[in-house]
C-alpha cells in the first residue's frame, strides 16, 4: 500500500518564477492538505481540498493555489516567487466519509524549495 | 487563533533512560484534538500518539504515553526506555474541531538519544 507521495524531491527557482509541486495521497484517502515548513520551525497550514475544491485555507497569499484532481492527486501552485517561499513542502492526506473527517492525517516526504 | 507552544528547542536523553517533552496550546474550544508527530532527519512526519480533548485518560502507545492536563492546557510527551531510533524532532500539533483536518503545530523539540 502506497503512502503519500510527493514530487519532486528538490526544487531550485529564481525570485519571480513560478513553481508546480506534486502530491499523490494515500490509497483510500480523498483529502489533500499542503503545508510550508520553514527552516527550523513547525508546519504551518496552507489549504485543504476536497472533491476538487479548496475548502479551507490557512494565512497565505493569493500567490499559492492549488487544484484537486479526479484521481484525488492535487497540485500547489506558487506564483511570483519570494526568497522567503523557500521551505520543506508537505502534502498529507486523510479521508472524509459522510461529513466525518478521519482526523489522522499521513504525510509525505516533502519537496524542498529552493529560491535564489 | 490558535497557538502551540513547545519550550524546549533541544532535549537529550540516555539510551533506555526516560524523556518528557512539553506543550502547551492556547484554545477557547472544548472539544478538540491532540497530536504528536516525530520527524526523523527523512522529514516524512509519522505519528506517534493522539489524544481527544473530550477524553480524561491518557493516551498510550507501546513506550509512548502522554500526560493531558486540560485545565492547564499542557499536553506533555512521555518516551519510555528510549531508543535510538527515537532521535527526531518532535511536533505538538493541535486540530480544530469541524475543520476538515487543519493542524497547528508548534515549532518542534529537537530529540537527542545517547549511547
Known amino acids: 500500500d502506497a503512502g503519500v507521495t510527493q514530487s519532486p524531491t528538490h526544487l531550485i527557482k529564481t525570485r519571480g518564477q513560478q513553481v508546480t509541486l506534486r502530491c499523490s495521497p494515500k490509497?483510500?484517502?480523498?483529502?489533500v492538505s499542503w503545508y510550508q515548513q520553514a527552516l527550523g520551525q513547525g508546519p504551518q497550514f496552507i489549504f485543504q481540498?476536497?472533491?476538487?475544491?479548496?475548502?479551507q485555507r490557512g494565512n497565505f497569499p493569493d500567490r499559492f493555489s492549488g487544484h484537486q484532481f479526479p484521481n484525488y492527486s492535487s497540485e500547489l501552485n506558487v506564483n511570483a516567487l519570494l526568497l522567503g517561499d523557500s521551505a520543506l513542502y508537505l502534502c498529507?492526506?486523510?479521508?472524509?466519509?459522510?461529513?466525518?473527517?478521519?482526523?489522522?492525517?499521513?504525510f509525505g516526504p516533502g519537496t524542498r524549495l529552493t529560491v535564489t | 487563533a490558535q497557538t502551540v507552544t513547545q519550550s524546549q528547542p533541544e532535549m537529550s536523553v540516555q539510551e533506555a533512560e526516560t524523556v518528557t517533552l512539553s506543550c502547551t496550546y492556547d484554545?477557547?474550544?472544548?472539544?478538540?484534538?491532540l497530536f504528536w508527530y516525530k520527524q526523523p532527519p527523512s522529514r516524512q512526519m509519522i505519528l506517534v500518539i493522539r489524544?481527544?480533548?473530550?477524553?480524561?485518560q491518557n493516551a498510550t502507545e507501546n513506550r509512548f504515553s502522554v500526560n493531558f492536563q486540560k485545565a492547564a492546557k499542557s499536553f506533555s510527551l512521555k518516551i519510555s526506555d528510549s531508543q535510538l531510533g527515537d532521535a527526531a524532532m518532535y511536533f505538538c500539533?493541535?486540530?480544530?474541531?469541524?475543520?476538515?483536518?487543519?493542524?497547528?503545530f508548534g515549532t518542534g523539540t529537537s530529540l537527542t538519544v545517547i549511547p
Open positions: 481540498y476536497y472533491e476538487e475544491e479548496e475548502r
Open positions: 498529507a492526506s486523510s479521508w472524509k466519509r459522510g461529513g466525518l473527517v478521519n482526523y489522522e492525517q499521513y
Open positions: 500539533a493541535y486540530r480544530r474541531p469541524n475543520t476538515g483536518n487543519q493542524f497547528y
Open positions: 484554545t477557547s474550544e472544548s472539544d478538540y484534538y
Open positions: 489524544q481527544e480533548a473530550y477524553k480524561q
Open positions: 490509497s483510500g484517502h480523498d483529502t
